[in-house]
């Protein structure tokens, strides 16, 4: 199985800053990655997908990059919104995986 | 609006099995793939496996091989998702989810509200 390996586990920011989390695949995945929001008692919420495509009705200050290996999300000015826990997921093959996720605090 | 309803929380005995079901609304049922994920107390979501709706073709993850089946109902549109031999380990919130491909690659880009199964003695 393709293993993900995101980071950093977790930050710490202020509204306004701009966050970038990066994932790395143990293989090559193309750009069959997408990112996802995470918040308590709700399912988690589709970003981006093939590694830099905004979902429909996702604000644009999310942003992806990346290709083969190394991928990053970047939010480009933190929202109080945007606090919450951030997944990679690969789909390039099965058993499609995720990463270990990226808890994004309050400073 | 597409829409997936998840059958609601189960408490259920270590060794017993749970049955989710997942309806699905509003988009055509056969057309997309759909997929299990749990996600355990303070912990990352894991994938379970998927099935295809239209051939009732299904890949489940390693770990839960010999444990899990993934079933589909046509004429209600529905999927299901049962796990037998339940140890306490095997509480989480599982979640359905639709996958709509890409030119390259795919996404989970509507998911069921989540079912909590909880498992103790």
């Known amino acids: 199985a393709i293993q993900m390996t995101q980071s950093p586990s977790s930050l710490s920011a202020s509204v306004g800053d701009r966050v970038t989390i990066t994932c790395r695949a143990s293989h090559a995945i193309r750009v069959d990655l997408g990112w996802y929001q995470a918040k308590p008692g709700k399912a988690p919420k589709l970003l981006i997908y093939a590694a830099s495509i905004l979902q429909s009705g996702v604000p644009s200050r999310f942003s992806g990059s990346g290709s083969g290996t190394d991928f990053t999300l970047t939010i480009s000015s933190l929202q109080p919104e945007d606090f919450a826990t951030y997944y990679c997921l690969q789909d390039y093959n099965y058993p499609w995986t995720f990463g270990q996720g990226t808890k994004v605090e309050i400073k | 609006q597409v829409q997936l309803v998840q059958s609601g929380a189960e408490v259920k005995k270590p060794g017993a099995s749970v049955k989710v079901s997942c309806e699905a609304s509003g988009y055509t049922f056969t057309n997309h793939y759909m997929h299990w994920v749990r996600q355990a107390p303070g912990q990352g979501p894991e994938w379970m496996g998927m099935?295809?709706?239209?051939?009732?073709?299904?890949n489940y993850a390693q770990n839960f091989q010999g444990r899990v089946t993934m079933t589909r109902d046509t004429s209600t549109n529905t999927i299901y998702l049962e796990v037998s031999s339940l140890r306490s380990e095997d509480t989480a919130v599982y979640y359905c989810?639709?996958?709509?491909?890409?030119?390259?690659?795919?996404?989970?880009?509507?998911w069921g509200q989540g079912t909590l199964v909880t498992v103790s003695s």
């Open positions: 989810a639709r996958e709509t491909r890409h030119g390259s690659g795919s996404s989970c880009d509507y």
């Open positions: 099935i295809n709706p239209s051939g009732g073709n299904t």
